[in-house]
């Protein structure tokens, strides 16, 4: 599938319903989300490989994953409405994709799905909770080789540090998070905010008693 058709794919799927502020539920676009996808698929990371996609939201990128030919997708999401939109993204999408019902913070939850080869994911940014993205960051390092995630334009330096001696910034892409007038607390129609697409590595060979 080309880069074109996949983002037109994902241009068709529901947003939202009930967006929830507290959990910082921002569709990805579907034109970033095709980019991260593509991104991974080049690198060998999406095509036959198992991927989550932590919060999955309404499935923008698992349901992308699926299409790109992933051998095994799963979503996990805290919040079940937003579990019933993207049942409903797959069913629309013929895709194959299950969903996982859970919080991200839950101790047990690295034992409950076990590992898998990539995560892809766009995390809160941390607008409504200060650091809400450091639980994905440390489940995907516990769970996949390869990480994907959005973070904010400039956050490169800090997930340096926060993932010192677990994992390394393989690559770094820029991009645009055009952001809808969803909340009452938004100014304007559009918001853009910039955003980096960074690739993590975990780190394999750490000596565990480190
Ligand atoms: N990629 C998705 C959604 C991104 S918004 C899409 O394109 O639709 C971030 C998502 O993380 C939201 O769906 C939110 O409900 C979910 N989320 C927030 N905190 C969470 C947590 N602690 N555990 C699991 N999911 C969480």
């Known amino acids: 599938m080309k880069l074109k058709h996949l983002e037109m794919a994902l ?3 529901s947003g939202f319903s009930r ?9 990805t676009p579907a034109p ?13 990371d999406i095509e036959g490989k198992s991927v989550y996609d932590l919060g999955c939201g309404t499935g923008v990128l698992a ?31 013929g895709t194959d994709v299950e969903f996982i019902v859970a919080d991200v913070r839950d101790a047990a939850l ?10 892809i994911m766009n995390p809160p940014f941390g607008a409504q909770q ?9 489940l995907a390092l516990k769970t996949a080789s390869v990480t994907y995630g959005i973070f904010n334009a400039g956050s490169a330096q800090f997930i340096e540090t ?3 001696g677990r994992a390394g910034i393989s690559e770094k892409v820029g991009g645009v998070f055009p952001i809808r007038r969803t909340f ?9 905010i910039e955003v980096e697409i960074l690739r993590l590595t975990s780190c394999r060979n750490r000596n565990p008693k480190a």
């Not at 349901?63 to 629309?92: C, F, M, P, S, Y």
């Not at 200060?130 to 440390?138: Q, V």
């Not at 009452?184 to 853009?192: L, T």
């Open 11 to 13: 241009q068709r799927l």
């Open 19 to 27: 967006p929830r502020a507290a959990l910082e539920q921002y569709q």
């Open 32 to 44: 970033l989300a095709a980019r991260l996808l593509y991104h991974a698929l080049m690198k060998g």
């Open 63 to 93: 349901i992308g994953a699926a299409l790109l030919g992933a051998a095994k997708v799963r979503g996990i999401e805290i919040d079940q409405n937003a579990v019933d939109t993207a049942e409903a993204n797959v069913a629309l999408k």
């Open 110 to 119: 690295p034992g409950r799905i076990g590992t898998c080869d990539t995560v």
């Open 130 to 138: 200060d650091h809400a993205d450091r639980p994905f960051i440390d």
């Open 162 to 164: 926060y993932t010192e």
């Open 184 to 192: 009452s607390f938004h100014k304007k129609d559009v918001q853009d």
